[in-house]
């Protein structure tokens, strides 16, 4: 199993190479364009911060959407936290007025920065850049969507149907002067990680991106507000998420923490492509949040040795299970924010997704052994091959004979889940 494992490790990332490809000449392009435009130049100092789940390499179903957060260089800034949605929605002001470039993106009282005037510059400067520059090159613009920080591109080569990828683009604002009271004591990793790495985090810059609550009747603040982002540690503590330094260095210390944080989002994807209406408020970054909890707490490499792989993503199934009957998942980060509170979470929908975790774990995982519709859309050679879905205990026969298969690792797991069960 672990073999065939990381077998199929080494085949997405070769997938990814052309994609990778594409995406990073469009990328450059555009830092070009936007380096060398005439029409905004406060966007013309940009630089990529990139983040996001490629990166991170745990993509499951759809390796091919890419997040670049694009960094605006941008004076001093005063933050002042939205109360209340405890300490993940800022106001974001500068610390004094300005004739700089910047003054285009501010409301009235000339100091504060507005978000959606930079998502709207950004919109209409992406817009502009593709059909200067890749007009019928396969990307198209998707549309404007309120609660989103990002432009949307997506990609559909003509050639290929299956090619199809995304990209988000958001501009993003740089705090360097240390991280705001809310999120101050930094994340718990002291046994983990340690506590000086949670020094080296803390004293890193914060990031914001233009994004309001979700909700309807917004006050005035909230529309214009930005949200606190740490995907750059995320990412940070994605690579180097070893007790010990040495931890996924090499063949034998391997580990099986980033297959179980897959399995979680392949899960959370799956329930969310069943029940689109009922779990909308459910997204990948519950599963994530919950993982870092599950880390920081089960600390030792040798819990998370592949040879572990069920018991431990029991565990991580258990604990998220756990945090959504009380309905209480706290940001990893901003501690006293419940990402499971409404209004970003309604009582219905946690109530809802309560029942799915349960008949799921009772039923060993029905949603893992279906691979979503998206999955098809992964240009690899593998599933190519063999592009029958796994459908129940027939396949899983099937998928045993015919080893190669791309999600045979996956069957393999939920067997041992299932067997992990009985034990427990
Ligand atoms: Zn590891």
């Keep these: 199993m672990i073999k065939q494992k990381s077998r199929d490790l080494r085949l997405r990332k070769v997938d990814q190479q052309s994609a990778v490809k594409t995406v990073n000449h469009l990328i450059e392009s555009l830092l070009e364009y936007l380096k060398k435009n005439e029409d905004q130049p406060f966007f013309r100092d940009v630089s ?23 960094k605006l260089k941008v004076p001093r800034l005063e933050l002042s936290e939205l109360e209340e949605y405890q300490g993940l ?33 950004m919109h209409r400067l992406v817009r502009k850049f593709i059909s200067n520059h890749f007009k019928g090159k396969g990307w198209v613009i998707n549309r404007k969507l309120v609660n989103s920080p990002a432009v949307t591109l997506e990609y559909n080569n003509k050639e290929k149907e299956d090619d199809v990828m995304s990209v988000d683009i958001v501009p993003t604002l740089e705090v360097p002067q240390g991280w705001p009271q809310a999120a101050r004591s930094g994340p718990n990793i002291d046994n983990w990680l340690g506590k000086k ?3 080296q985090f803390v004293s890193k810059a914060v990031y914001f991106v233009p994004k309001r609550p979700k909700g309807r009747n917004l006050k005035d603040d909230a529309k214009e507000s930005w949200r606190i982002s740490f995907s750059h540690i995320e990412k940070e503590m994605m690579q180097y998420h070893g007790n010990k330094k040495t931890c996924c260095e090499s063949f034998s210390n391997k580990c099986c923490r980033k297959r179980c944080l897959q399995l979680l ?59 959504a009957l009380d309905g209480s998942l706290l940001h990893f980060f901003v501690r006293q924010h419940n990402l499971f509170s409404p209004p970003a979470f309604p009582k219905r929908a946690l109530a809802f997704l309560t029942n799915a975790l349960k008949e799921q774990r009772e039923l060993e995982f029905p949603v893992l052994k279906v691979p979503s519709p998206s999955a098809a859309l992964v240009p690899d050679t593998d599933a190519l091959l063999h592009p029958n ?5 027939d396949s899983i026969v099937a998928s045993e004979r015919s080893f190669k ?20």
């Design 48 to 70: 990529v911060l990139t983040s996001g789940s490629y990166y991170e390499m745990v993509k499951i179903n759809k390796p091919n959407e890419f997040d670049i957060m694009l």
């Design 89 to 121: 929605f800022y106001k974001v002001k500068l610390v004094k007025a300005t004739r700089k470039e910047i003054q285009h993106f501010l409301l009235e009282d000339e100091r504060t920065i507005s978000a959606t005037k930079i998502k709207e510059e």
């Design 197 to 199: 790495c949670r020094r």
């Design 265 to 323: 989002k392949c899960l959370i994807e799956g329930l969310k492509q069943r029940y689109p209406k009922e779990l909308e408020p459910l997204c990948s970054y519950h599963g994530k949040t919950a993982f870092f909890h599950v880390l920081s707490d089960r600390v030792q490499d040798s819990l998370w040795s592949p040879g572990q792989m069920s018991v431990s993503f029991m565990k991580l199934f258990g604990y998220f299970e756990r945090r």
């Design 389 to 393: 879905p796994i459908n129940g205990t």
């Design 405 to 424: 298969h791309v999600y045979a690792w996956l069957v393999v797991v939920i067997v041992c889940v299932g067997i992990g069960c009985v034990f427990v």
